[in-house]
């Protein structure tokens, strides 16, 4: 190997490593907030379970402040906003999130499910 192309190879040596520890972060980063998204999915279809089950038993008659305290307990954090309309009653459930790496923003996550009332 002629002395120039030797002295050319070992000068790049350790740029793969240096490239490396400047690229590791943002790396990180992305993981970390795709994580944190994956599990703020996990945690909104566990709301819309919550929505569906609170919905359907204040549609077969349960009590409201029943079905906000199995909310509750399920999600302590949660809100819950009952709406009544003409054949069907509504339950809103939400509560704020954040994702690791964006931040102090909190983010909304909210579902809306609705069932039938019995006997109509």
């Known amino acids: 190997m002629p002395k ?12 793969v490593t240096a490239e490396l ?7 990180a980063l992305v993981i970390a907030v795709t994580l944190g998204a994956f599990s703020l999915q996990i945690e909104r279809m566990k709301l819309v379970d919550l929505a569906a089950t609170g919905s359907r ?3 077969r008659g349960e009590q409201p402040h029943e079905v ?3 909310v509750r307990q399920a999600r302590p954090d949660a809100i819950t906003v009952i709406e009544n309309q003409e054949n069907q009653v509504c339950l809103s459930v939400s509560f704020m999130a954040r994702i ?3 931040g102090s923003e909190l983010l909304e996550v ?11």
Do not use: H, I, T
């Open 4 to 15: 120039s192309r030797r002295n050319s190879f070992f000068a790049d040596q350790g740029s």
């Open 21 to 27: 520890a400047l690229a590791l972060p943002s790396v």
């Open 57 to 59: 038993a204040l549609a």
């Open 68 to 70: 906000e305290l199995m």
């Open 100 to 102: 690791p790496g964006l």
């Open 110 to 120: 909210s579902e809306r499910q609705c069932s039938r009332k019995m006997g109509l």
